[in-house]
């Protein structure tokens, strides 16, 4: 629903950001992405859908007010595994690469 609700908004001309986690959900929100391009390339007036996903949010997050080090990075990504068995074990992903907090 949340993809429908982002593609009418962005077919009006509006920049849209939605967060999916669900690997179905994001394929299927990628190809509305490429669809809006399309339209775009073809002279179209359209916005634009941008898809991010938990692990976006969190790496926008290190080194901020709320994620202030790797410590707490640990802490949160704990607390978020423990409601999303989606989520990858945090050293799978690039959430404590020395890239992210240098």
């Keep these: 629903m949340v993809i429908a609700h982002a593609v009418v908004a962005a077919e009006s001309g509006d920049k849209v950001t939605v967060l999916i986690d669900d690997g179905a959900g994001a394929r299927i929100a990628t190809s509305e992405i490429s ?31 709320h994620i202030p080090d790797k410590a707490a990075m640990r802490a949160v990504y704990q607390k978020l595994r423990h409601l999303d068995d989606g989520l990858p074990p945090l050293e799978a992903t690039p959430l404590l690469s020395p890239a992210l907090w240098a």
């Design 35 to 65: 669809r809006l391009e399309r339209l775009r390339m073809s002279g179209c007036a359209v916005g634009s859908i941008t898809l991010v996903n938990t692990l976006t949010v969190l790496a926008r997050a290190a080194g901020g007010q």
